[in-house]
């Protein structure tokens, strides 16, 4: 028994010293990075549903960019009547060379696939930034976030994301994000795992999207998000991360929305990576800190939530720099422990909520209604 947990404790106090390693090297490089003059145009493509109480902060940090180059902001919603239109349609007129709104009409099981498809359709300039509509982002942004895009070699620029939250329930989700999501990226690349993109981010050439068939393709998909960066990969590009770490707002209040939120992210991983997603419980250190210290290896399980708390501390710090997921570290351990009941979850059934709507998976990540 000992040996085996030896064994398991190895494991998972690796994963936690390559992602410390992984985050003060990213930490290091974004504090060198420079933007390399790359500025075309571009244009940035934000489908939008609902009113979030930042939404319109969001929106002007987009409007807001310090960009040599010429740029547009393309919003669209699904329905005329939804009430963010009252934020965009203000701003069209506060910034009528630069947004402007698209009432989508093209249908797939993934509402906002189809929206995107038709402000790509809509898009004036050869460089795309897709965004998710709560996203705000520095001013530089652009500039950063297209630089990498100079290399013929790069097709897609994603970026990490700090939340915020207003309740319990969302810091406990903010907090995994920062301390497991965002670790987990960073590593990623140590194990041949290269083709990530996240809707926070994904810049991309318009060209390349045409390629692969279009935004139609990922129409099917709940990861819409990963099938494009997936795709990307597949023509012999290059996903990089920015060294941009961009905002968003978790609005959900209460515990069962929260665990509804990632449940669906669980059994999207599955379905989308089968064999990684049966090798996370090694990484998970707090759960096998507790198996060592029930079984009386108290030196074991210290170790352990040592090298833990060391990497989720530095992710925190150094690469997201947020203040919010510092405030909620010692929580970390029961963070773990949660998230190996979702992964239990997830392992089985193939029906998610979003957006409202129960959906059924398929075994390579499309869906449809359940």
């Given at each position: ?33 420079k933007p390399h003059g790359f500025t075309p145009d571009v244009s940035v493509l934000k489908p939008v549903r609902g ?320």
């Amino acid at each position: 028994m000992f040996w085996i947990l030896l064994l398991i404790a190895i494991a998972a106090a690796g994963y936690q010293l390559v992602a410390l390693l992984a985050s003060l090297t990213k930490a290091a490089a974004d504090q060198k990075a420079k933007p390399h003059g790359f500025t075309p145009d571009v244009s940035v493509l934000k489908p939008v549903r609902g009113v979030d109480p930042d939404l319109e902060q969001a929106f002007r940090s987009q409007l807001g960019q310090a960009y040599p180059g010429r740029y547009e902001v393309l919003f669209g919603v699904r329905d005329p009547r939804d009430p963010a239109t009252e934020v965009i349609d203000r701003l069209c007129a506060e910034y009528p060379d630069r947004a402007r709104k698209i009432v989508a009409r093209t249908e797939a099981p993934n509402a906002k696939v189809g929206v995107l498809a038709d402000l790509a359709a809509a898009a004036r300039h050869d460089f795309w930034v897709i965004a998710d509509a709560d996203i705000r982002v520095p001013e530089d942004y652009l500039l950063r976030v297209l630089s990498p895009l100079k290399d013929e070699s790069v097709g897609l620029v994603t970026c990490l994301y700090r939340a915020h939250a207003v309740s319990w329930a969302g810091h406990w989700e903010a907090l995994g994000i920062a301390t497991d999501f965002a670790p987990s990226t960073l590593v990623a690349p140590f194990f041949g795992v290269e083709e990530f993109a996240f809707g926070s981010t994904m810049a991309v050439r318009a060209a390349d999207v045409r390629k692969m068939g279009g935004l139609e393709v990922l129409g099917d998909y709940i990861a819409d998000d990963y099938q494009l960066g997936s795709r990307i990969y597949r023509m012999g590009k290059r996903c990089v991360l920015s060294e941009t770490v961009v905002d968003t707002s978790l609005n959900d209040t209460t515990w069962a929305g929260i665990w509804r939120h990632q449940l669906r992210w669980a059994r999207t991983i599955r379905v989308s990576r089968p064999g990684g997603y049966l090798g996370l419980p090694v990484t998970n250190a707090s759960l096998w800190a507790l198996v060592c210290a029930v079984s009386g290896y108290w030196w074991l399980a210290i170790l352990l939530l040592a090298v833990r708390m060391a990497m989720a501390f530095t992710v925190s710090v150094a690469v997201l720099r947020s203040a919010d997921a510092v405030k909620m570290l010692l929580f970390v351990p029961l963070r773990d422990l949660w998230g190996f009941g979702i992964w239990l979850a997830g392992l089985a059934g193939d029906t998610v909520i979003w957006r409202g709507n129960r959906l059924r998976l398929s075994r390579d990540g499309r869906i449809r209604p359940a």
